[in-house]
């Protein structure tokens, strides 16, 4: 929606910010309550360029339409968001409007891990930010660091099912918040993500206990009712999951998701709770209007502003906030490293070309028969021309270090087949990480298979896999402490953890190389049915 249509919208509701909630009082007019919402930034702070046929990042789960961008331009960064919503707080009046995030917020950036997450803070303070629900990824840098960074931050971050070991309750304190808006009240209730222990390093989250979010928000959701007159969860579960939540929890009137990065608009419908989820990388900001008449809801619509730079001219005091916080580390984020010769995406359910590249040069650097890499969600499509250290960081932010290991032909098989159950397990809890990416093999996977039965036609080098031999494979110290469910890497023998950074073996490649393309043949089939 542009400026235009947003001032359009707001006389058609009968102005917005000039009429009074409904609250308690009977006889009081319909009203308007406006939640905007965002979620992911993963870091990112800066308009970027896409095109027809990338996205950033997560491009879809199994089964459903790629999530890409319809044309080419600029887009995202908070100059853009923060001019977006000052327009809609003006044009609704302030009272009336809640700012919310839904969660992975300030890591996964190389300006983030400059300031070790406070530069995308200090951003989210000066938007004036509301509330905001705790990710995965807002561990990255460590508890200590989380707990700093809820000191600098301005508004609560928050997980009723992130809990303290030693306290046995929630991080932070009291996950919930009651918003007066108008005469109106909504209580804010926030869920982290219940697998945070398969997504990030055991030190980051030592004394944290991540539980289920559907148990967690039974418990809460009742006396929120009774307290509220909207009541929303701010949830970092992704949209499966948060189907799930629908069903089997009464009395939510939205849920306001994040983690899968979808693009959820129009709003879905689940056992009568409406669920919108506004993509990632401050691509968008989602706009939920909800309209109370005698102290109920009347209607609840959704918008999605896809913020192109072209409809959001940037906000000043934004743009010179961002500047100081580049400003002493500027060489670094803009340092040319190479050149790429074609557009290099990353994909995350899906084999990617990034992945794809990173793994070979691994398996190359070590000499290893195959590599594995982690399906990861984060990260911008690398643009043909000149590739800045600051847009390789987006891929590759983590410090993870080249590790080579032997692992028999039955536990490569078996690598395989645990990346199938993280697509596709019946409950969608279970479910965790993207297509695990490899190199130096082929192979296809049936996801509609039954279980042990989805992994076919593996060879190595061109050679069929021989459960009995042992192989040498090449892999990175994060997905050797087991993450995504990936066990069988724990129990490799010969482990050598090389003092090789990935990100540097990657600058190095694209630092040597004339330009880097990305791989131009399949490895992995992923067919979704056997029909």
Not at 100 to 119: I, K, W
Not at 177 to 184: D, E, L, T, Y
Not at 191 to 216: C, M, W
């Amino acid at each position: 929606m542009n400026r235009g249509s947003m001032i359009l919208f707001a006389l058609i509701l009968g102005g917005g910010c000039s009429v009074a909630l409904g609250g308690e009082d009977t006889e009081s007019p319909s009203a308007v309550i406006t939640i905007l919402h965002t979620c992911d930034f993963h870091g990112r702070h800066m308009p970027f360029v896409v095109g027809p046929g990338n996205a950033t990042s997560q491009t879809g789960n199994p089964r459903q339409p790629d999530n890409h961008f319809e044309r080419e331009g600029s887009i995202g960064g908070f100059e853009a968001l923060a001019a977006a919503v000052k327009e809609i707080r003006r044009e609704r009046g302030e009272q009336n409007v809640l700012l919310l995030h839904a969660g992975d917020t300030f890591s996964d950036d190389l300006l983030g891990n400059l300031t070790q997450g406070e530069a995308i803070i200090r951003l989210m303070n000066a938007v004036e930010f509301d509330y905001m629900a705790l990710g995965n990824h807002d561990f990255d840098y460590g508890l200590s660091r989380t707990r700093r960074l809820q000191e600098l931050a301005k508004f609560p971050m928050r997980g009723a099912n992130v809990i303290e070991r030693e306290t046995g309750k929630p991080l932070f304190g009291e996950p919930f918040k009651v918003f007066s808006a108008g005469k109106a009240k909504v209580a804010v209730l926030a869920l982290g993500y219940h697998n945070t222990d398969q997504t990030t390093a055991p030190k980051n989250i030592r004394g944290l206990e991540f539980t289920d979010g559907s148990e967690v928000a039974a418990h809460y959701v009742p006396e929120l009712r009774r307290q509220a007159d909207v009541v929303v969860v701010l949830s970092h579960q992704g949209t499966a999951v948060d189907s799930l939540l629908a069903q089997r929890v009464e009395g939510i009137d939205l849920i306001i998701g994040g983690h899968s990065h979808d693009r959820i608009h129009p709003a879905l419908e689940v056992s009568g709770t409406k669920i919108v989820q506004a993509m990632s990388d401050t691509a968008a900001l989602g706009e939920v209007r909800i309209r109370i008449a005698n102290g109920r809801i009347e209607s609840i619509e959704d918008e999605l502003h896809m913020l192109w730079s072209e409809d959001f001219p940037p906000d000043q005091a934004t743009a010179t906030l961002i500047d100081s916080l580049r400003k002493p580390h500027r060489d670094q984020l803009e340092q040319s490293i190479g050149t790429a010769a074609a557009p290099i995406a990353r994909q995350y359910k899906q084999e990617s070309q990034f992945d794809g590249l990173v793994a070979e040069l691994l398996r190359q650097q070590s000499g290893a028969d195959v590599a594995f890499l982690p399906g990861v969600g984060y990260g911008i499509t690398l643009r043909k021309g000149k590739v800045s250290r600051e847009a390789l960081y987006t891929l590759l932010p983590h410090p993870a270090k080249l590790v080579t290991l032997r692992l028999t032909g039955k536990q490569i098989r078996d690598t395989l087949e645990q990346s199938a159950t993280n697509l596709t397990a019946t409950d969608p809890r279970n479910r965790v990480g993207g297509l695990i990416q490899t190199a130096g093999m082929t192979w296809t996977v049936v996801l509609d298979s039954p279980g042990r039965q989805r992994i076919r036609d593996v060879k190595v080098d061109g050679v069929s896999l021989d459960d009995a031999r042992v192989y040498n494979v090449a892999t990175h110290s994060g997905m050797l402490q087991g993450i995504h469910q990936y066990a069988e890497l724990t129990r490799g023998k010969d482990v050598q953890i090389t003092n090789k950074r990935v990100v540097d073996i990657v600058e190095d490649h694209f630092r040597n190389a004339p330009a880097v393309s990305p791989p131009t043949e399949q490895h992995v089939t992923v067919i979704n049915s056997e029909d």
